[in-house]
C-alpha cells in the first residue's frame, strides 16, 4: 500500500503544462476573495469566461469522455489538474454548476446518444451553467415524494411546481430537474427528469435567504439560493432524461455521486488558518499555541480533519478504479457532514468570540472562522441530511436486508 | 422535598409570557433582527412598569429585591423569544453586579435609574485582545481610552459599563453611549446583536463612577447571580427550541409518516431534551441554594456550563429535526442559534465555568 502520489515522467510532465496554463489563463481577480455583492458579481463573469477556456481544452470536466467535450483523464492527471487549480484558489469548475456535475454525470448513463451530444458538451465546454432542481417545501428526505407535476402534451411536457434551495447567485442557463410525472404510478415508478432551459417561459426565480448560502465556490461567500416556481411550462420531450417514470434509477446515479461517491482530495482549508492563527495570535500577551489545552484541541481537530480527508481520498481512488462502492460514499457525506458541525463548537473554544465575526479587525481567520459557524449548521443538510447518510451506510453493510426475505 | 414553583413565580412566569406573545413574537424578532433595528421604544416601558427591570435591585434602590427564582422565572421567558439580550444584561447582569457594590449615592441612584427603565445599562468587559478571566478592571489615570469587544445589546441601551481602576479606587464606570467619546461599531456576521465599542480620552470626571471591589465576596456572588441569570435566559431558549423541533417532527411528513416517528429524529429530540432538563435542574439546585453563598456561587457556575452547552447542542439539534428550513432566517430557529453563540463566552465559556465551579468547591486553589 503506497499513500503517497507518485507521478510518471508524462505526469510530471503534464503537471508543468497544467501550472503553465493556469498561470496564465487564471484570471487575477479569481485569486483573491471578493469583498462585496459587486465584486462577487464581476467574478462571476471572469469565472465564466475561464470555464469557456477550461472546457476548451476538455478540462472543465476532465473525467468525462473526449467525445462530450471532456478529456477524458487518467486517475492521476485528473489529480494534477485539481492539485494546480487548488494552489491557485481555484476549483473546477470555478463556478456552482451542480446541475452540470451530477446532470451531465446522469445523463451519461441514462441518456440517449442524442441526448448526450446536445446537453453533456455545452456543460463541459462552460457554454451553460446548470442547476439541480430537487428538494420541495414538502420534499427533502423523502426525493422520492416530490410532487412538481410533468404532464404530458403531445410532443411536450407541461411543468408545474416549486423547488427550493437550488443554485447561487447570478443565475443559470440550464435546469437539471424531478418531477412526478404519474400520480396513479407506484412510489419510485412515478417520477422523470428533464434537462431543460432555465429562461422558458413560467419560471420564476425568486431569491432565497439561508443561514449560510455557498457562493460560486469556497473562496466566494456572497451566494444565496433560489426558489423556482413552474407554472405550466412547456419542455420538449427530447428534454426528458432516462424515459418517462424511471427517474428514480437516475436518481440513483445522481444521488450516489451526491452523497460522496466521487471521493476528494482536497484538505479542509481551514486547518492551516487555524494553525497558522493559534501559533500568531496572542491573547493576553501569550501566543494561542503555549496553552497545552490549545496544543491538544489543535491535535484533535487535526485528526478528526486527516480522517475524512483520507476517507476522501479512499473514496477518490476507488472510483476511479471503478471500484463498486456500497456504504463509502454515505460515510464520507456523513463525516464531513458531522466534522463541519464538530468544528463550530472546537473553533469557539479556541478562539472565542472572534470566531463569530466576519469583521475586518475583529473576525478570526479573515472571516473563514465565523463562516464556518454557519457552514457547519446548514451543510448538514443538503445532499441528503446527516441522518440519510446514516440510513444509507447502514444499507451499504447490509443492515436488515434478509427481515425483507 | 418540593420541587414545584410557587405560585408568584409561576403568576410572573406567565405574565412575562403573554408580554413576548403580544409584543415580541417570533415575526416581529425576525423583523427586528434583519433590520438590525433597536428594540421598540414602548418595551422599555412595559417591562419598567411591570417592574421587572427591578428584580434583582434592592428595594431602597428602587427595585423589588425578588428571590433569584423570581427573576429567573423573568430570563427564561424573555429567552424563550429571544427576546434581545439589553433586558437580560440591564436586569440581570449588571443590576445584580451593581447591586453588589458598596452603598452609595451614586449606586443608589444607579440603581434607581436602571430600575425605573430611565437607564439601560449592558456591560463592556472585554478589552480587545484578551479572552474571559473574570471582570477586570482597566486602570486608567483619570481619563478612560480602551478598545472594548463583543459587547451585546448596545443598540437598546442608554449606557454601557465598564470596570475601571483609577488611584487605587475600583468602579464601575457608567459611560453613556451617546458620548462623543465613544464610538461604537456593530459586528457583523454570526454576532449580528455584539458590538465592539471604542473609548477615546474619556474624561472621568464626567462619568457616573460606582465604587466598588472586583474582587470581594459580595461581588463574587453578584456575579454568580448574573452568570445565574443568563443561564435562565438559556434555558428558556433550549425550552422554546425543544417545542419548535417537537412541532416540527409532529407536523412533518416524509416518507408517509411524521418524521417524529422516527429514531433518528427523536434522537435529536432527546438531545434537546436532556440538555435542556440536565441545565434547569443543574440551575434551580443553584437558585435554591442563595442562603448559602459558597454552595450558590459553586452551584451558579455549574449551571453556567450546563447551560452553554445545552443552547449549543439544543440549537444544533433543532437544525437537524428542521433540516433546510430551519436555516430560514423567517422561521425564526436561527434568532436561537445566534443567540446560542452570543452567550457562549458571555461572563465566561464553559471551561472557565466549570473550573470556577472546582474552585468554589475548594478542589484547587487559583484557576490558572
Known amino acids: 500500500m503506497d499513500f503517497q502520489l507518485t507521478y510518471s ?135 422520492a415524494a416530490v410532487q412538481t407535476r410533468a404532464v404530458r402534451v403531445g410532443d411536450e411536457f407541461e411543468i408545474t411546481g416549486q423547488k427550493v434551495y437550488v443554485g447561487s447567485a447570478h443565475g443559470a442557463e440550464r435546469l437539471w430537474v424531478i418531477t412526478m ?28 435567504d439561508l443561514l449560510s448560502c455557498h457562493g460560486e465556490d469556497e473562496s466566494d461567500i456572497f451566494g444565496f439560493k433560489n426558489t423556482i416556481y413552474f407554472d405550466h411550462v412547456r419542455v420538449p420531450a427530447s428534454s426528458l432524461i432516462g424515459g418517462e417514470n424511471n427517474g428514480w434509477k437516475v436518481a440513483g446515479t445522481h444521488l450516489a455521486l451526491e452523497h460522496g461517491g466521487r471521493g476528494n482530495i482536497r484538505t479542509k482549508k481551514i486547518w492551516g488558518q487555524l494553525l497558522e492563527y493559534c501559533q500568531t495570535q496572542t491573547v493576553d500577551g501569550r501566543p494561542l499555541i503555549e496553552d497545552w489545552s490549545v496544543r491538544e484541541r489543535l491535535a484533535e481537530i487535526h485528526l478528526r480533519l486527516e480522517s475524512v480527508r483520507l476517507l476522501g481520498a479512499r473514496n477518490f481512488w476507488l472510483a476511479a478504479q471503478g471500484t463498486k462502492m456500497t456504504y463509502e460514499g454515505p460515510q464520507l457525506a456523513y463525516l464531513q457532514k458531522l466534522t463541519g458541525l464538530w468544528l463550530t463548537k472546537q473553533i469557539i473554544e479556541l478562539l472565542g468570540p472572534p470566531a463569530l ?46 427481515s425483507k426475505g | 422535598m418540593d420541587l414545584s414553583l410557587t405560585e408568584t413565580e409561576q403568576l410572573l412566569g406567565q405574565s412575562v409570557r403573554d408580554f413576548v406573545t403580544r409584543s415580541a413574537g417570533k415575526d416581529r424578532l425576525v423583523d427586528l433582527h434583519a433590520q438590525r433595528a433597536p428594540s421598540p421604544s414602548d418595551w422599555l416601558g412595559a417591562m419598567a412598569s411591570a417592574g421587572w427591570l427591578g428584580l434583582l435591585i434592592p428595594v431602597d434602590c428602587g427595585g423589588s429585591a425578588a428571590s433569584p427564582m423570581e427573576a429567573a422565572m423573568l430570563f427564561h421567558e424573555l429567552g424563550r423569544g429571544p427576546v434581545p439580550p439589553a433586558w437580560l444584561l440591564t436586569a440581570g447582569v449588571c443590576a445584580p453586579l451593581l447591586s453588589a457594590a458598596p452603598d452609595s449615592a451614586l449606586r443608589t441612584q444607579a440603581l434607581r435609574e436602571m430600575a425605573s427603565g430611565e437607564s439601560v445599562v449592558v456591560p463592556a468587559f472585554q478589552v480587545a485582545g484578551t479572552r474571559w478571566a473574570g471582570v477586570r478592571p482597566i486602570a486608567c489615570d483619570g481619563s478612560l481610552t480602551a478598545e472594548l469587544t463583543f459587547a451585546c ?38 454576532l449580528a446583536a455584539s458590538y465592539a465599542v471604542s473609548i477615546t480620552d474619556l474624561d472621568l470626571d464626567e462619568i457616573r463612577l460606582v465604587p466598588t471591589a472586583l474582587s470581594s465576596e459580595r461581588h463574587e456572588h453578584g456575579l454568580a447571580l448574573a452568570a445565574a441569570m443568563v443561564s435562565a435566559y438559556q434555558v428558556g431558549s433550549c425550552e422554546r427550541l425543544l417545542e419548535v423541533a417537537v412541532a416540527h417532527a409532529n407536523e412533518r411528513v416524509q416518507f ?53 452547552d445545552a443552547h449549543w447542542e439544543a440549537a444544533n439539534a433543532a437544525h437537524e429535526v428542521l433540516a433546510g428550513i430551519g436555516s430560514d432566517p423567517a422561521h425564526g430557529t436561527v434568532l436561537h442559534t445566534a443567540m446560542s453563540r452570543l452567550l457562549h463566552d458571555l461572563l465566561g465559556d464553559p471551561s472557565y465555568c466549570r473550573r470556577r465551579h472546582g474552585e468554589a468547591e475548594g478542589w484547587f486553589t487559583s484557576l490558572d
Not at chain 2, 443553584?286 to 450558590?296: E, G, M, P, R
Open chain 1, 9 to 143: 515522467a508524462e505526469q510530471t510532465e503534464f503537471r508543468a503544462e497544467v501550472r503553465e496554463w493556469l498561470e496564465g489563463e487564471t484570471p487575477q481577480s479569481l485569486r483573491t476573495k471578493a469583498r462585496s455583492e459587486a465584486e462577487s458579481a464581476l467574478q462571476y463573469q471572469d469565472r465564466r469566461t475561464f470555464g469557456r477556456k477550461l472546457g476548451e481544452r476538455g478540462w472543465l470536466y476532465p473525467s468525462l469522455p473526449k467525445q462530450y467535450g471532456g478529456s477524458g483523464e487518467s486517475f492521476e492527471r485528473i489529480i494534477v489538474l485539481e492539485e494546480e487549480s487548488h494552489r491557485l484558489g481555484v476549483s473546477l469548475p470555478p463556478y456552482y454548476d451542480s446541475g452540470g456535475k451530477y446532470g451531465a454525470a446522469s445523463i451519461l448513463v441514462w441518456g440517449t446518444e442524442e441526448q448526450k451530444q446536445k446537453f453533456i458538451p455545452p456543460i463541459c465546454r462552460g457554454w451553460v451553467r446548470t442547476w439541480q432542481l430537487l428538494s420541495e417545501p414538502s420534499a427533502g428526505s423523502d426525493l
Open chain 1, 181 to 208: 410525472s404519474d400520480p396513479d404510478a407506484p412510489r419510485h415508478h412515478n417520477l422523470s427528469w428533464f434537462m431543460i432551459d432555465a429562461d422558458l417561459p413560467g419560471i420564476d426565480i425568486q431569491p432565497q
Open chain 1, 357 to 402: 465575526t466576519n469583521d475586518e479587525q475583529l473576525g478570526a481567520l479573515a472571516g473563514e472562522a465565523e463562516r464556518q459557524q454557519r457552514d457547519g449548521i446548514v451543510d448538514m443538510h443538503p445532499g441528503g441530511t446527516a441522518d440519510i447518510q446514516k440510513m444509507l451506510i447502514a444499507r451499504g453493510l447490509g443492515l436488515g436486508a434478509k
Open chain 2, 153 to 190: 445589546g448596545v443598540e437598546d441601551s442608554t449606557h454601557i459599563a465598564v470596570p475601571v481602576s483609577c488611584r487605587g479606587e475600583e468602579s464601575y464606570a457608567l459611560v453613556p453611549t451617546t458620548h462623543s467619546g465613544v464610538q461604537s461599531r456593530p459586528l457583523t456576521g454570526f
Open chain 2, 256 to 308: 408517509g409518516q411524521l418524521i417524529g416517528a422516527f429514531q433518528r429524529v427523536q434522537d435529536h429530540v432527546v438531545r434537546i431534551v436532556n440538555g435542556l432538563d440536565s441545565a434547569r435542574w443543574v440551575l434551580y439546585d443553584a437558585l435554591a441554594s442563595t442562603d448559602d453563598a459558597t454552595a450558590f456561587i459553586s452551584k451558579a457556575w455549574l449551571a453556567r456550563a450546563a447551560a452553554i
